[in-house]
């Protein structure tokens, strides 16, 4: 049972760091950031890329994957999004943008680098602590422990730095943030840079975790469930809502049944969808229709 | 079956599909990222009918439109009740697609991920010429009815259009159907052209193409994405493109009509508004 939470954990992990990234672009501009997935999925090759280059080490390829991540979020919301958003077009289009995104970049990949799956070399031994009776590979334990460290530190830079601050105030009110003198532009640019870091993270921990291939970050799907569970918008919300995933779905394919695991998180997505809309800790939603 | 006139079937079929998106998010306003679901339950509705139980095939494509049309009351009646906002909702109907393709993937009615393989051949050009023309039939029908206009009102308007009465719950689950019903007999005909049906068929990507098809021909308007989705089907496959670069080109396009023509190629208008008025009258009186 412990060995199950554990990996649960671990996994969970995982999930809220792209659950994060997700739900900062979310409470900031206010649509679902389908695009997200395929970020994730280009870090994860990133990763790959710095440890055939250099000499394999896991952060180098975290950094390489976080640094890639950040700067083809960057680039999507540039390219992509920025025209629609001073356009002030309707979420709808934001959102429909996004998928063509998603579309786009997975099939690129997929074409150009064929749809192979590469695995990362052994980097850290897979070495196994036993703790108290449960074994616990050194990567899950390092994967969790650099989810919490990273959330933290993004709690501290949104509560005690200027421009967190004034991410803060976009969230609540984007048009009188610009009015107090805020470069919007600028503001959510740094936004998708931090989403864009956290999906790449995410992807190079997935990757050495797994594999690497194109529909990898098809995955999100799991961190938009773990947005919903905990309240989208809210950084807390996502961190607690991706532990509680990857516990229960850990714990479904123990005991109940593997192949019923994803139809399980998906029911769970609907059933908060309809009766728990703003989650355990998100924000009372104004606009429902 | 001559080569192009494969293509063409092939078109038409994935035409029927469009139509029912254009139904639900062209004319009603939400955005779908199942729609493939109702696709695929109407292929195993009657690819089931047929293959296991012998039905005759007009038969067995009721079973499947059925299917489809029961399924979008499962996912429809809560989530619409619950108004949810519209990404929300994309969401929800997202979980649907996937969970039942799982299911599917994990039936043994179904074959599992193996699939089915070996239903009759029974989709003849004509049997999608006649489906394609009835549907068009049903849906000019639906969108000039009340429900139709109160669909219309909601697009643009939902908080005014309840106001004046249009009961926001009832009117979206009532196209939600009639989309999911079209989506169910693009199925039904699709599983008896190919004869072989599987799960991975109706993915995430297969709701896109068909929201593409909608997006890029334009919200509002039925000939719009019909000409688009026969386009999509057509080009790629006279071009001989192979399936990755077709999505890649699919994806870039989203984006840039998104990004320079949201109305998309006919936004809120129809290929006879751009005839002159003469001849308009008599197409379309």
Not at chain 1, 39 to 55: D, E, H, K, N, T
Not at chain 2, 121 to 136: H, I, Q, W
Not at chain 2, 256 to 274: H, N, S, T
């Given at each position: 049972m412990l060995q199950t939470l554990v990996t649960g954990l671990s996994i969970g992990g995982i999930y809220a760091l792209m659950a994060v990234g997700y739900s900062l672009v979310f409470s900031v501009l206010n649509f679902s950031n389908f695009a997200h997935g395929a970020v994730i999925m280009l870090g994860a090759y990133a990763g790959l890329g710095v440890v055939r280059l250099f000499p394999p080490h896991l952060a180098l390829a975290v950094t390489g994957a976080a640094v890639a991540g950040a700067l083809v979020a960057a680039l999507n919301e540039r390219l992509a999004y920025a025209a629609l958003r001073r356009r002030r077009a309707p979420a709808l289009y934001l959102m429909i943008s996004a998928m063509g995104c998603a579309v786009f970049l997975e099939n690129l990949v997929y074409a150009v680098l064929g749809s192979r799956f590469y695995a990362f070399p052994e980097m850290i031994a897979r070495s196994v602590v036993t703790l108290g009776g449960t074994s616990v590979s050194l990567l899950d334990a390092g994967a969790l422990g650099f989810a919490l460290l990273a959330i933290l530190a993004l709690h501290l830079f949104l509560t005690r730095t200027v421009t967190g601050l004034a991410i803060r105030a976009g969230v609540s009110d984007m048009t009188m943030c610009a009015l107090m003198g805020v470069n919007l532009d600028r503001l959510i640019l740094v936004v998708f840079l931090l989403a864009g870091a956290f999906a790449g993270v995410a992807g190079a921990f997935l990757g050495v975790k797994y594999m690497v291939y194109p529909?990898?970050?098809?995955?999100t799907n799991k961190a938009y469930i773990a947005a919903v569970i905990g309240g989208l918008g809210s950084l807390p919300g996502a961190l607690l809502g991706g532990l509680l995933l990857g516990v229960t779905e850990t714990v479904v394919s123990t005991y109940i049944s593997s192949v019923l695991r994803d139809v399980f998180s998906f029911a769970i997505l609907i059933a908060l969808l309809l009766y728990l809309p703003h989650g355990l800790l998100g924000r009372e939603a104004e606009e429902k229709i | 079956m001559g080569y192009v006139a494969g293509i063409c079937t092939l078109a038409g079929i994935q035409m029927i599909a469009v139509l029912g998106v254009t139904v639900f998010t062209g004319f009603t306003g939400l955005f779908s990222l199942g729609h493939a679901a109702f696709v695929a339950l109407g292929a195993y509705g009657a690819g089931i009918s047929t293959f296991r139980w012998h039905l005759p095939f007009p038969l067995a494509l009721g079973v499947g439109v059925a299917t489809a049309t029961l399924a979008s009351f499962v996912i429809g009646v809560p989530a619409l009740r619950a108004r949810l906002r519209s990404d929300y909702f994309a969401i929800a109907i997202l979980g649907f697609g996937e969970a039942l393709r799982v299911l599917l993937e994990n039936l043994s009615l179904t074959n599992g991920a193996r699939g089915l393989a070996g239903i009759p051949m029974a989709t003849t050009p004509g049997a999608v010429l006649l489906c394609l023309l009835g549907s068009l039939l049903v849906v000019r029908r639906f969108l000039r009815s009340r429900l139709g206009s109160a669909c219309i009102a909601l697009r643009e308007d939902p908080i005014a259009a309840e106001m004046a009465g249009v009961s926001l719950f009832r009117t979206r689950l009532l196209s939600l159907a009639l989309s999911a019903a079209l989506c169910g007999l693009s199925g039904g005909l699709l599983a008896h052209y190919l004869s072989f049906i599987q799960?991975?068929?109706?993915t995430l990507t297969q709701s896109t193409m068909l929201l593409a098809a909608v997006i890029a021909g334009g919200m509002g308007s039925v000939s719009g994405p019909l000409m688009a989705s026969f386009l999509f089907t057509a080009i790629p496959e006279a071009l001989r493109v192979a399936q990755m670069w077709r999505l890649v080109a699919f994806g870039l396009l989203l984006v840039l009509v998104m990004r320079f023509?949201?109305?998309?190629?006919?936004g809120f208008r129809e290929?006879?508004?751009?005839?002159?008025a003469r001849w308009r009258r008599g197409f379309l009186a």
């Amino acid at each position: 049972m412990l060995q199950t939470l554990v990996t649960g954990l671990s996994i969970g992990g995982i999930y809220a760091l792209m659950a994060v990234g997700y739900s900062l672009v979310f409470s900031v501009l206010n649509f679902s950031n389908f695009a997200h997935g395929a970020v994730i999925m280009l870090g994860a090759y990133a990763g790959l890329g710095v440890v055939r280059l250099f000499p394999p080490h896991l952060a180098l390829a975290v950094t390489g994957a976080a640094v890639a991540g950040a700067l083809v979020a960057a680039l999507n919301e540039r390219l992509a999004y920025a025209a629609l958003r001073r356009r002030r077009a309707p979420a709808l289009y934001l959102m429909i943008s996004a998928m063509g995104c998603a579309v786009f970049l997975e099939n690129l990949v997929y074409a150009v680098l064929g749809s192979r799956f590469y695995a990362f070399p052994e980097m850290i031994a897979r070495s196994v602590v036993t703790l108290g009776g449960t074994s616990v590979s050194l990567l899950d334990a390092g994967a969790l422990g650099f989810a919490l460290l990273a959330i933290l530190a993004l709690h501290l830079f949104l509560t005690r730095t200027v421009t967190g601050l004034a991410i803060r105030a976009g969230v609540s009110d984007m048009t009188m943030c610009a009015l107090m003198g805020v470069n919007l532009d600028r503001l959510i640019l740094v936004v998708f840079l931090l989403a864009g870091a956290f999906a790449g993270v995410a992807g190079a921990f997935l990757g050495v975790k797994y594999m690497v291939y194109p529909t990898m970050g098809w995955i999100t799907n799991k961190a938009y469930i773990a947005a919903v569970i905990g309240g989208l918008g809210s950084l807390p919300g996502a961190l607690l809502g991706g532990l509680l995933l990857g516990v229960t779905e850990t714990v479904v394919s123990t005991y109940i049944s593997s192949v019923l695991r994803d139809v399980f998180s998906f029911a769970i997505l609907i059933a908060l969808l309809l009766y728990l809309p703003h989650g355990l800790l998100g924000r009372e939603a104004e606009e429902k229709i | 079956m001559g080569y192009v006139a494969g293509i063409c079937t092939l078109a038409g079929i994935q035409m029927i599909a469009v139509l029912g998106v254009t139904v639900f998010t062209g004319f009603t306003g939400l955005f779908s990222l199942g729609h493939a679901a109702f696709v695929a339950l109407g292929a195993y509705g009657a690819g089931i009918s047929t293959f296991r139980w012998h039905l005759p095939f007009p038969l067995a494509l009721g079973v499947g439109v059925a299917t489809a049309t029961l399924a979008s009351f499962v996912i429809g009646v809560p989530a619409l009740r619950a108004r949810l906002r519209s990404d929300y909702f994309a969401i929800a109907i997202l979980g649907f697609g996937e969970a039942l393709r799982v299911l599917l993937e994990n039936l043994s009615l179904t074959n599992g991920a193996r699939g089915l393989a070996g239903i009759p051949m029974a989709t003849t050009p004509g049997a999608v010429l006649l489906c394609l023309l009835g549907s068009l039939l049903v849906v000019r029908r639906f969108l000039r009815s009340r429900l139709g206009s109160a669909c219309i009102a909601l697009r643009e308007d939902p908080i005014a259009a309840e106001m004046a009465g249009v009961s926001l719950f009832r009117t979206r689950l009532l196209s939600l159907a009639l989309s999911a019903a079209l989506c169910g007999l693009s199925g039904g005909l699709l599983a008896h052209y190919l004869s072989f049906i599987q799960p991975i068929m109706f993915t995430l990507t297969q709701s896109t193409m068909l929201l593409a098809a909608v997006i890029a021909g334009g919200m509002g308007s039925v000939s719009g994405p019909l000409m688009a989705s026969f386009l999509f089907t057509a080009i790629p496959e006279a071009l001989r493109v192979a399936q990755m670069w077709r999505l890649v080109a699919f994806g870039l396009l989203l984006v840039l009509v998104m990004r320079f023509r949201p109305q998309g190629l006919l936004g809120f208008r129809e290929l006879g508004d751009l005839l002159p008025a003469r001849w308009r009258r008599g197409f379309l009186a």
